[in-house]
């Protein structure tokens, strides 16, 4: 494949990457469609789910399907903003402060558990996952391209956790959970990690210079005026629905917009229709919708509201 894209070619290669992922992770190509779509839209994940279901290994999972740097960060109570970031050290030969990089220099950086982590160490990446550069000593320092960050959580486990601010909950493009596998499913991973089909057997299918070229294909993906509209109607529903007390802002209309067209990409179209957007609504804009304390005691979830936003809001009839 080349820079040249088109329809075909890039389907080609999101299949290549998905069926290496597929190894690993079966029974779970949903899973591996979003984030792989998260990715190509240069979006940040964050998977939410209890423990042993395969976050991390779908984290490792894309990162070793690709020629791509990786690093990954336990989030501990105690993990320091400049551990994440790196540090400027004092040199004495030159008399001058260099910047040591921290491990969210990487392609791919795993941010394993992040809500572990004090708000202060949390707030270390809203720079680098908005602008893809950090700030130190008055200069800045990009990351590689392409980058992500695909973090972790417990839903669970409350004990010495910190809950995620609004600010960085909507920094990342999709929430998605991976589910428990059906039990054909299972029983095939149980053979299959006795025949060696571990993450560490996955191999690098794409280089950087093909997913680079994949990600320029996404924007040259036409979005209708009709679809814009339709976004935006689904968006303002979700500021006026009963319960909420925070709405979908305009940066995750414009995150459902990019998704969208990854999406109708991986469907060998140049253009976004209706479905795309539907399809992606709930991982894409259902983590951004903050709830009224009694809406929360409820049991009513951003989910719903977004449901409710797709029953409400009138489809379009015509996006080409």
């Known amino acids: 494949m080349t820079a040249d894209f088109r329809p075909g070619s890039f389907v080609e290669g999101f299949a290549i990457w998905s069926?290496?992922?597929?190894?690993?992770?079966?029974?779970?190509?949903?899973?591996?469609?979003?984030?792989?779509?998260?990715?190509?839209?240069?979006?940040?994940?964050?998977?939410?789910?209890?423990?042993?279901?395969?976050?991390?290994?779908?984290?490792?999972?894309?990162?070793?399907?690709?020629?791509?740097?990786?690093?990954?960060?336990?989030?501990?109570?105690d993990l320091l903003p400049s551990d994440v970031t790196g540090v400027s050290i004092y040199n004495q030969k030159t008399s001058e402060f260099e910047f040591r990089p921290g491990p969210i220099f990487a392609h791919i950086v795993l941010a394993d558990e992040i809500n572990r982590a004090s708000a202060k160490t949390q707030s270390s990446l809203l720079e680098v996952m908005e602008e893809g550069t950090v700030s130190e000593g008055g200069r800045g320092y990009g990351v590689p391209k392409p980058f992500m960050v695909i973090a972790t959580e417990n839903p669970i486990d409350l004990d010495g956790t910190y809950r995620l601010p609004e600010a960085q909950l909507d920094r990342f493009m999709m929430k998605i959970s991976i589910?428990?596998?059906?039990?054909?499913?299972?029983?095939?991973?149980?053979?299959?990690?006795?025949?060696?089909?571990?993450?560490?057997?996955?191999?690098?299918?794409?280089?950087?210079?093909?997913?680079?070229?994949?990600?320029?294909?996404?924007?040259?993906?036409?979005?209708?005026?009709?679809?814009?509209?339709?976004?935006?109607?689904?968006?303002?529903?979700?500021?006026?629905?009963?319960?909420?007390?925070?709405?979908?802002?305009?940066?995750?209309?414009?995150?459902?917009?990019?998704?969208?067209?990854?999406?109708?990409?991986?469907?060998?179209?140049?253009?976004?229709?209706?479905?795309?957007?539907?399809?992606?609504?709930?991982?894409?804009?259902?983590?951004?919708?903050?709830?009224?304390?009694?809406?929360?005691?409820?049991g009513i979830k951003g989910a719903d509201i977004v449901e409710g936003a797709l029953s409400s809001v009138p489809v379009p009839r015509r996006a080409e």
């Open 179 to 298: 589910g428990y596998p059906s039990a054909d499913v299972e029983a095939n991973v149980l053979r299959s990690e006795r025949n060696g089909a571990t993450v560490r057997s996955v191999e690098p299918v794409l280089s950087v210079e093909v997913l680079l070229s994949m990600m320029e294909f996404v924007k040259s993906v036409q979005v209708a005026p009709i679809i814009d509209d339709y976004v935006v109607a689904l968006a303002h529903h979700t500021r006026t629905a009963p319960g909420v007390r925070l709405g979908v802002s305009p940066r995750g209309s414009l995150a459902l917009i990019r998704a969208s067209r990854a999406a109708a990409a991986a469907a060998g179209r140049n253009f976004v229709t209706p479905e795309d957007v539907k399809q992606l609504a709930v991982p894409v804009l259902a983590h951004r919708i903050i709830m009224q304390p009694e809406s929360e005691l409820s």
């Open 19 to 77: 069926n290496e992922i597929a190894k690993v992770l079966q029974g779970k190509e949903g899973v591996i469609r979003d984030a792989l779509i998260c990715f190509m839209c240069g979006g940040h994940l964050l998977i939410e789910d209890v423990p042993g279901l395969g976050k991390t290994t779908l984290a490792r999972a894309i990162a070793g399907s690709a020629q791509v740097t990786q690093k990954r960060i336990q989030f501990t109570p």
